[in-house]
Structures are given as structure tokens and as C-alpha cells.
């Protein structure tokens, strides 16, 4: 009766450490990703590059991200404005599910890099078109987020905050949503 219960409670330990082994991922991960990107204030459309190391700590995960955005839109004069955004945020995302598909929320807090570029004229006569490029510096915002986590894949609906600049009398909006991508290196479950 012994042996039999000894072995019963050893097939129920394996089992247990077994299901939760299933779901245990490595700490450290980064995460190299690619969207299309949508202002919030006109219509428009842009793209973005990141790479984000992350490390996790259960359900709470910590990184650092760099992102490369522009993404451009014509105003209500015909001016075309190309604006580009180069941003370095802290991130933190909580997971709310340890499983293989893992939905989350995160906040990115950082600086934001903004410059635009400038087009005017007729498009259709090149000898009249004027640009100009205006840098504007680095500014504080924030990136809200959601999605899901995959072992080694990242889905997530971004809102840059980022605010506005004046140029001469325009008022340029750096605000972007995004939809993006991402592979991730590393992270993933443990064998």
C-alpha cells in the first residue's frame, strides 16, 4: 500500500511541475518589431521600426525601446508634412495569463526626438515645389498599449502621445497610433 501511494504521489508531483513547467518562460527577451502607424489628429499613414529588450518577472515585464516613425499627411492648404519621431521609452507591460497566448497592457514613459519635413507647390510643375525641414528637439511623452504575447511573436494596438510643435502658422501634431509586429528573441518557454 505504501509503494502504491509513494508512486501515486510521484506521478501527481511530476505531473503538477510538468503542467507548470508548461507554461514557464525565460526571463529575458527582446522584441524587433514593425508597424503602419495612423496620426490621430488628420488622416494619414506612416511606418515604424523598434527594438525592445524586455526582461520579465512574472507577470510584470520591464524593458527599453527604441523606435525609428514617419509618417506624413497633407494639410487643409496643400501642405505636405512628413514627420519623423525618434523615441527611447521605459516600458512596463503586465500579463494577465501565463498561458501560450498572453494578453497584456503596457506604458511606455520617455523622450520623443521630432522633426518634419515640409512640402508646397505644384506637384505637377517640380520647378515649384519648396521643402524645408524643421528639427524641433527632443520632448517627453508617453505610450499607452495592448495586445498578446505568443512564445515568440508580439501583436499590439500603440498610442504615442507626443504632442505638438508650431511651424510659421501650421501646428504639427507628433500623436500616432500604431499596429504592429514583433519577433521576439529569446523568452521563450523553458524545456
Do not use: W
Not at 508617453?142 to 504575447?149: E, I, S
Not at 508580439?154 to 499596429?179: I, P, W
Amino acid at each position: 500500500m505504501k509503494r502504491k501511494a509513494i508512486i501515486l504521489a510521484s506521478l501527481l508531483l511530476s505531473a503538477a511541475y510538468a503542467a507548470q513547467a508548461q507554461y514557464a518562460y525565460k526571463p529575458f527577451r527582446i522584441d524587433a518589431g514593425a508597424g503602419l502607424s495612423f496620426p490621430l489628429t488628420t488622416f494619414g499613414i506612416g511606418g515604424l521600426l523598434s527594438v525592445e529588450p524586455q526582461y520579465s518577472m512574472g507577470p510584470f515585464a520591464v524593458g527599453v525601446r527604441v523606435e525609428y516613425h514617419a509618417g506624413g499627411y497633407e494639410t487643409e492648404n496643400f501642405l505636405s508634412i512628413t514627420k519623423v519621431n525618434n523615441a527611447m521609452l521605459l516600458t512596463g507591460d503586465y500579463r494577465f495569463s501565463s498561458g501560450t497566448a498572453r494578453p497584456f497592457v503596457g506604458l511606455g514613459l520617455g523622450s520623443y526626438v521630432t522633426g518634419a519635413y515640409f512640402y508646397s507647390g505644384d506637384y505637377n510643375d517640380e520647378e515649384t515645389i519648396a521643402s524645408a525641414y524643421r528639427f524641433f528637439g527632443p520632448q517627453a511623452g508617453a505610450m499607452l498599449r495592448a495586445g498578446f504575447d505568443l512564445p515568440h511573436f508580439r501583436f499590439a494596438l500603440q498610442c504615442h502621445l507626443t504632442g505638438s510643435r508650431m511651424h510659421e502658422d501650421v501646428k504639427v501634431n507628433f500623436s500616432y497610433m500604431a499596429l504592429t509586429v514583433a519577433v521576439g528573441i529569446g523568452g521563450g518557454k523553458f524545456d
